[in-house]
């Protein structure tokens, strides 16, 4: 009699968890779907962390999260607020006489709802200033100083000397004061472009 209403639970019952089990594969089913963020698509993305020509080094992280969402046909694939990586492709530091200071930003990944998707991206790009009419400016300025006291030292004569010698020193004053370099704040917004698709899962 035991034995015979243990089966009859278990009639009843399995039905109960196949039902169970049916709907919460359905379930899963409906609310895990994956999107197709086009190539081409614009990312804008805030910067957590300045990037400077004078410290930073080619090939190193930086952090930033995404300042704008991406929808795909009226849906939210990635959020606001998603964290994303980029890398340093290349910096370069200012010269003193010569050498503009430049960099190039690429992003490698985006994370949504915990999990990471590797991005090829676009390039971003920025130059420092030109510092060539700013050295001649010391430079021109130098030489004309130096004749000024190579006269007033020789009467007249030591201007030819003084001249070479004020120009030495307008060199000096450009290497040391010369560089350009700049920094790329924190809270900067960047837009870069999806250079490729990438599939996201999406939760609905």
């Known amino acids: 009699m035991k034995l015979s209403m243990q089966k009859k639970y278990l009639w009843i019952a399995a039905p109960i968890l196949l039902l169970a089990m049916g709907g919460f594969a ?3 089913s409906v609310r895990d ?3 197709t963020v086009p190539e081409g698509t614009e990312l804008h993305v805030r910067l957590s962390e300045s990037i400077a020509t004078k410290f930073d080094t080619s090939g190193e992280s930086f952090q930033a999260v995404m300042a704008e969402p991406v929808t795909i046909k009226g849906e939210t694939v990635i959020p606001k607020d998603a964290p994303v ?6 910096i370069r530091e200012s010269g003193r006489l010569a050498g503009v200071a ?3 930003l690429t992003l490698t990944s985006v994370e949504v ?3 990471e998707y590797d991005i090829h991206t676009s390039d ?3 130059r420092g200033g030109n510092h060539r009419k700013r050295n001649w400016a010391f430079i021109g300025g130098g030489a004309g100083g130096g004749a000024l006291i190579g006269a007033i030292a020789a009467g007249g004569k030591g201007a030819a000397i003084g001249g070479p010698i004020g120009a030495g ?3 000096a004053a450009a290497t040391l004061t010369g560089k350009k370099d700049f920094v790329i704040p924190a809270e ?3 837009q870069f472009e999806l250079a490729g698709p990438v599939m996201v899962e999406v939760e609905s």
Not at 85 to 90: A, D, K, L, Q
């Open 102 to 104: 430049r960099v190039r």
């Open 169 to 171: 020193a307008g060199i």
């Open 85 to 90: 990586t980029g890398r340093i492709v290349s």
């Open 26 to 28: 359905v379930t899963t």
């Open 33 to 35: 779907h994956e999107v």
């Open 188 to 190: 900067t917004v960047i």
């Open 124 to 126: 971003f790009g920025q």
């Open 113 to 115: 709802n915990g999990k």
